[in-house]
């Protein structure tokens, strides 16, 4: 079965930056679409940034635009998510998923998870 994992988290300053890798063993995830998570404390899950299958299309957050920037590389089964001009707010768990579909669709689901890996935002 197909597993992520992520990693790259820690703890950085305001203003900092970030580079987070999600991983993928099992079988192979070339035709899906992978998401990006993250939750804080007490507070809801909420989605990222999205990219397609083949690279081609990615789609963020209005929160994250110029911030954020997700890329994959299939010949490694992995997503990556670099972060800039990181703030406070952006404390959180971090997860990658991947999708039901090739492409990023409001109408896909996300359907495996990994573990999750910690960004901590502080001075």
């Known amino acids: 079965q197909l597993q992520l994992a992520e990693s790259g988290g820690g703890l950085v300053q305001p203003g900092g930056s970030l580079r987070l890798s999600c991983v993928a063993s099992?079988?192979?995830?070339?035709?899906?679409?992978v998401g990006w998570f993250r939750q804080a404390p007490g507070k809801e899950r909420e989605k990222i940034s999205c990219?397609?299958?083949?690279?081609?299309?990615?789609v963020y957050e209005d929160f994250v635009k110029g911030r954020f920037t997700v890329s994959r590389d299939n010949a490694k089964s992995t997503v990556y998510l670099q972060m800039n001009s990181l703030q406070s707010e952006d404390t959180a768990t971090y997860f990658c998923?991947?999708?039901?579909?090739?492409?990023?669709?409001?109408?896909?689901?996300?359907?495996?998870w990994g573990q999750g890996t910690q960004v901590t935002v502080s001075s």
């Open positions: 998923a991947t999708s039901t579909l090739g492409r990023c669709d409001p109408l896909g689901g996300f359907g495996t």
């Open positions: 099992g079988l192979s995830w070339d035709y899906y679409a």
């Open positions: 990219i397609s299958y083949d690279g081609e299309q990615t």
